[in-house]
């Protein structure tokens, strides 16, 4: 089996501060860890994955993830918020490698809201 | 490139009406999935598809029903609408042979049962 916790619904920040988004995940063996944001009445857009070596992952918009495999955590960050930042973000996982049958399912958070204000 | 293309992007059902909801990808990819949305619950897996002629059972499948002719459709059947029902329906795909690929969404179709 295989979860996805975001343990915050929400968080605040002020543009220009930093943000943190945080998850963790259990599953057996070893994981792929990705990151999805969904603006208002959209679908799911990619944002970042994890897949193996640099702990440190860069993706779109300027942000980037910390995978920490002892704290099972994969946090989403970012230096500088920007209000057009605002949206629903998702954390899923997937266990590594190709399960036949299995159909490669993720398994998502709850997200969570950020919001970024002036 | 389309995508992954959902119809329609909104509707109102009464309770106990039938409703198909419509997805394609133009990717060629073999797996594809249907999720619902809803707030504070994130998304659950209600089918998904291995490949034409192939579905399974995901979290949620109870009240729905799908099929898969070809790679390109995978339609979800509602047979008799109820207000639980009343959710927000994502399509998605994702290339088998990229072991660790993501998936690719549709916009949704945003359901309400009344």
């Known amino acids: 089996a295989q979860s996805v916790a975001q343990p915050e619904d929400q968080v605040n920040v002020a543009e220009g501060n930093p943000l943190t988004v945080k998850c963790t995940y259990s599953?057996?063996?070893?994981?792929?860890l990705f990151w999805y944001v969904q603006y208002p009445n959209r679908g799911l857009q990619f944002l970042l994955k994890?897949?193996?070596?640099?702990?440190l992952v860069k993706g779109s918009y300027g942000f980037e993830a910390e995978f920490n495999k002892s704290q099972t955590s994969f946090h989403l960050k970012k230096p500088s918020a920007l209000v057009s930042d605002s949206a629903l973000y998702f954390c899923?996982?997937?266990?590594?490698?190709?399960?036949?049958?299995?159909?490669?399912?993720?398994?998502f958070g709850t997200g969570t809201q950020l919001k970024v204000e002036l | 490139n389309a995508g992954v293309t959902q119809t329609p992007k909104f509707r109102i059902l009464k309770i106990g009406q039938s409703m198909t909801l419509q997805c394609a990808q133009d990717?060629?990819?073999?797996?594809m999935y249907w999720y619902r949305q809803d707030p504070g619950m994130g998304l659950k897996l209600i089918y998904y598809?291995?490949?034409?002629?192939?579905?399974d059972k995901g979290e949620v499948p109870n009240g729905y029903n799908v099929s898969r002719s070809t790679t390109e459709d995978f339609p979800l059947r509602l047979e008799l609408a109820a207000p639980s029902q009343t959710s927000v329906y994502f399509c998605?795909?994702?290339?088998?042979?990229?072991?660790?690929?993501?998936?690719?969404f549709g916009s949704g179709t945003r359901l309400t049962v009344v």
């Open positions: 998605a795909s994702s290339d088998p042979t990229d072991s660790a690929g993501g998936y690719t």
């Open positions: 599953v057996s063996g070893n994981p792929y």
């Open positions: 994890y897949i193996t070596g640099d702990n």
């Open positions: 899923a996982v997937r266990r590594r490698g190709i399960l036949t049958g299995g159909g490669n399912k993720l398994t």
């Open positions: 990717m060629n990819h073999n797996y």
């Open positions: 598809s291995v490949g034409a002629g192939i579905t």
